[in-house]
Every structure is written in structure tokens, then in C-alpha cells.
């Protein structure tokens, strides 16, 4: 159980042009998804969290107009990469908690994203 | 703002020795957690300690939580190929979880 689809595994874009990747909760209902950045070999960086139904917070130094994130539903998120940089490549991962995060419980990961903008 | 400083940052052994990463804070967290990172995929959860001084194994994967909960540590023993990977420790506080600055461990046959 407890599964996290993400979708594209990986794309490549022009600059310029607009990206957009969904993250699914497959059998359970994600109250609140989670956003990372991630460099080769170096480790996860949060860029938001979004909550079902509201603004997503974003972490200092992330651009919320550059990062849309929706979380329209109980099982999907989604993150929309605007006017695509090549120094935006990265590997993106979602995680999805089931409620209120809590320190006992596991962060549920998708797969990640591997985005290259030419 | 990293909370979580993990050593060392790369390591490479040879198949069959031990090593530990070591994951530290100045902060205090509720609990804390350790992941495994392949190439390509998301962190997959090893471990979650709750309790200051807890020791939790796994196999040949030994965790512990230090008594004051600001800091953690992985020893692998017997290490082999199938253990390389990245090593994430993520620290709960504040309703949030705090990734480590990563382990990247090559175990070579």
C-alpha cells in the first residue's frame, strides 16, 4: 500500500516552454504532498508543501510564480515548471502524507522527475 | 536551511567491510528517519527512531538515535554491492520533516 505515482519520469523541454508533472496517490488520500529538488548525489530540497484546497507554502528562495503547485484533490498534485530554464534541470520528487505529518509516520515518494530544458 | 549535516558525504568500501554515517544536528527533532536513495527513484524509508538513545537493527543495518535526539547514526556491516545508494536522514520538528545533506555510499564487489 501506500503508493505514490509520478508522472513523467522524465521530459525535455525548450526554454521557454512550460512543464507540468503530476503526482498521484494511488491508495490513499494525500492530505498534504510535499515538493523536493534534488542535484546529482546530493539530497532533497524542499521547495513547498501543498495542503488539499489551499495556497501551497513555499519554502525562502522558491518562486511560487515560477513553481505553480495545485493540489485540486485528495490524490493529485501537481507542479507546473513556467518558462523553463536550462539551469531548472533537475530531478523533481514528490512525497504525499496521509494526514498531518507526523514523525512516526513514513513520507510515501513518487519516483521522481528527471526535467533537462534545452 | 540545512538542519541536518550528514558525514561523510561520499564513501566508497570495498564488499564485506563495515562503515557508518553519522547524522547531526544542533536542533532537536520528535523522531527521525532513514532512507535509501537508488539512482532514478524515489527515498524509500529503512528505519523511523522515536525514542532518545533508541537502537533499532535491520539486518545488517544498525540505527541509532541519539539521548539527547539531535543526532543519529547508520552502521552497515558486511557491506555489500546491493547497499550503494544515496543515504538520507530526515529529522520531525514543527510539524515538518528536515532532510540530511546525503551520504552517497559505492560498495565495490
Known amino acids: 500500500g501506500a503508493v505514490v505515482s509520478q508522472h513523467p519520469s522524465w521530459v525535455i523541454c525548450k526554454s521557454g516552454t512550460s512543464v507540468k508533472i503530476e503526482c498521484r496517490s494511488l491508495?490513499?488520500?494525500?492530505?498534504?504532498m510535499f515538493w523536493y529538488r534534488q542535484f546529482p548525489k546530493q539530497s532533497l530540497m524542499l521547495m513547498a508543501t501543498?495542503?488539499?484546497?489551499?495556497?501551497?507554502?513555499?519554502e525562502q528562495g522558491v518562486e511560487k510564480d515560477k513553481f505553480l503547485i495545485n493540489h485540486a484533490s485528495l490524490t493529485l498534485s501537481t507542479l507546473t515548471v513556467t518558462s523553463a530554464h536550462p539551469e531548472d534541470s533537475s530531478f523533481y520528487i514528490c512525497?504525499?502524507?496521509?494526514?498531518?505529518?507526523?514523525?512516526?509516520?513514513?513520507?510515501?515518494f513518487g519516483n521522481g522527475t528527471r526535467l533537462t530544458v534545452t | 536551511t540545512q538542519l541536518l549535516e550528514q558525514s561523510p558525504q561520499f564513501l566508497s568500501i570495498q564488499e564485506g567491510e563495515n562503515l557508518t554515517v553519522y547524522c547531526n544536528s544542533s536542533?532537536?527533532?520528535?523522531?527521525l528517519q532513514w532512507y535509501r536513495q537508488e539512482p532514478g527513484e524515489g527515498p524509500v524509508l529503512l528505519v523511523t527512531?522515536?525514542?532518545?538513545?533508541e537502537v533499532k537493527k535491520l539486518k545488517r543495518l544498525t540505527f541509532q538515535f541519539g539521548d539527547a535526539r539531535k543526532d543519529s547514526s547508520l552502521h552497515i556491516t558486511a557491506a555489500q554491492p546491493g547497499d550503494t545508494g544515496l543515504y538520507l536522514c530526515?529529522?520531525?520538528?514543527?510539524?515538518?520533516?528536515?532532510f540530511g545533506t546525503g551520504t552517497s555510499l559505492t560498495v565495490i564487489p
Open positions: 512525497s504525499a502524507s496521509s494526514g498531518v505529518p507526523r514523525g512516526g509516520s513514513p513520507l510515501h
Open positions: 491508495d490513499f488520500q494525500a492530505t498534504t
Open positions: 530526515a529529522g520531525f520538528t514543527g510539524n515538518q520533516f528536515y
Open positions: 501543498s495542503n488539499e484546497g489551499s495556497k501551497a507554502t513555499y
Open positions: 536542533s532537536v527533532f520528535s523522531s
Open positions: 527512531v522515536v525514542t532518545g538513545g
